[in-house]
């Protein structure tokens, strides 16, 4: 079964199962202690941290391993935090970041601290000048990840280490999701990593904190891993994470570029997704993101379903849309950027991922989406472009399931504006009653709908931008929000 959602987890590499095997017989005494057992897992331990440290392209003595790249994360934040108290507590991140920062954010802003957070654009990536910008007198620590975890956007970090160094704040990188593809560059202070992503065991996490940067351990400490990350090591799963870790940079520096290969799966997948599927936005920078990584959404699709259909078909991906969401709140990642959220599909390939099975997707995936569409009540072999064509030649007998109500919109500046009444009900229900109606409207009137489903705020604007009608605005309503939408075409 083809497995497409390496960004999560990447399957387990061979050279860290023979290593985790291995260790398990040889890495099982404590390496603190002198005796001849002991001594041997010593070794282990510090050839681990050197070969992690190269990897990274960091001194040995910089670099800890911890119980998950969530817990490098925090420790990594609030240990600079802690240790620059006296400069400031403004913590600033991007508005991309992953949980573990937003949760750590959260945490600091509840005991008093400040948190400010940098804008992206569209693709997802933020501009070095606006990250100056946000750095003030009181600045802490700066966060940034090197390349995102659900659109595969590759931050600017050299010069966001650069620009930060010269004003005298610490960068933490989030590496997690390109330690994988090399060292990070630029005069960064704090990194964290994660084993998972790199094809290594789970429960294994990396901090660097190098020489020159103030750090203060947080919490109950104790002497292993420099009082960093406190508690007896897992040294069979760090054994088998830094091998693996050399291992892939291994075979990409001395053999065939898997990179370049799975990044020409990634371009056909970009290029082919739009051909083969009506009414995709393809997500993330075109050009500054990981090789192995490729996000679109659907229009008109809910995203649980869609997952679970491709699921059946073979194929695991992931998803960042609210409709598969406990939630019921798209991804803070999609929003911030400002792009469709329904229907969401994440695609990131694995070392080795067949060019065949790629195709398959590309094969799968059209009747997959027209299947989950028909079911919503799309119109069956139309696009959202002809879905509203339909509507206007039906007449007065085709009427949307949602509640419609020709009486004028509240607050609308026309005097024919049509209200859909989509609450309670999820997305992409709300916008599938939008195209339903929208034609039967003059142009230049407005429809108005009704949602209180979170994903409205991004999908209705979405929409507008790929049907070509004009997004009036959001207004307070008396459940939800009201969406204003003035047709054009």
């Avoid at 202690?33 to 440290?53: K, N, V």
């Avoid at 469709?340 to 590309?362: C, I, K, M, Q």
């Avoid at 609450?423 to 929208?438: D, F, H, N, Q, S």
Wanted: net charge negative; hydrophobic share 45%; aromatic share 4%.
């Amino acid at each position: 079964m083809p497995y497409f959602d390496a960004a999560s987890a990447a399957p387990l590499h061979p050279v860290a199962r023979d290593a985790l095997l291995a260790s398990l017989d040889e890495g099982w005494a404590d390496p603190a202690r002198l005796y001849r057992e002991g001594r041997r897992a010593r070794l282990l331990l510090d050839a681990a941290r050197e070969a992690a440290a190269e990897a990274v392209g960091c001194r040995p003595d910089e670099l800890v391993f911890t119980p998950s790249g969530t817990q490098a994360v925090h420790s990594g934040i609030f240990g600079a935090l802690a240790a620059r108290r006296r400069v400031g507590r403004r913590l600033l991140h991007s508005a991309v970041e992953h949980s573990a920062v937003l949760h750590a954010a959260a945490v600091h802003a509840a005991a008093g601290g400040t948190v400010s957070e940098v804008a992206v654009d569209r693709a997802g990536r933020v501009a070095a000048e606006e990250v100056a910008a946000a750095l003030q007198a009181d600045t802490a620590l700066a966060c940034l990840q090197s390349a995102n975890h659900e659109v595969g956007t590759e931050q600017p970090v050299e010069e966001v280490a650069a620009l930060c160094r010269e004003a005298g704040v610490p960068l933490l990188v989030d590496a997690a999701q390109s330690l994988l593809w090399g060292k990070v560059p630029g005069p960064w202070s704090l990194l964290a990593g994660s084993a998972h992503k790199w094809g290594g065991p789970p429960g294994v996490g990396l901090l660097v904190v190098r020489k020159g940067t103030r750090f203060s351990p947080q919490g109950p400490l104790d002497e292993r891993e420099s009082g960093r990350a406190p508690g007896f090591e897992n040294l069979p799963a760090i054994v088998a994470a830094a091998a693996s870790l050399r291992a892939v940079r291994a075979a990409a520096e001395s053999g065939p570029d898997e990179g370049a290969r799975l990044r020409g799966l990634v371009e056909t997948i970009r290029a082919r997704v739009p051909e083969l599927v009506p009414d995709v936005e393809v997500v993330g920078d075109p050009v500054h993101r990981l090789p192995h990584m490729v996000t679109f959404s659907c229009l008109y699709v809910d995203g649980e379903t869609l997952l679970h259909e491709l699921d059946r078909a073979g194929f695991s991906v992931s998803s960042g849309s609210s409709c598969t969401s406990s939630t019921l709140i798209p991804s803070h990642v999609l929003r911030a950027m400002g792009v469709l959220s329904e229907g969401n599909v994440r695609v990131s390939l694995p070392y080795g991922t067949p060019e065949a099975e790629v195709d398959r997707f590309l094969e799968v995936l059209p009747e997959t989406v027209r299947s989950v569409r028909e079911r919503l009540g799309v119109p069956a072999g139309e696009s959202a472009a002809t879905a509203t064509a339909a509507e206007d030649g039906a007449g007065a007998g085709s009427t949307p399931e949602a509640a419609v109500a020709t009486a004028p919109a509240a607050g609308s500046d026309s005097p024919t504006g049509m209200v859909v009444d989509a609450l309670g009900r999820r997305c992409p229900i709300p916008v599938i009653e939008l195209a339903k109606v929208i034609g039967l409207v003059a142009v230049g009137d407005t429809v108005t709908v009704l949602s209180d489903d979170e994903a409205a705020r991004l999908d209705i604007p979405a929409w507008c931008a790929m049907r070509e009608q004009e997004y009036v605005g959001e207004r307070a309503a008396e459940r939800g929000a009201a969406y204003v939408v003035r047709r054009r075409v």
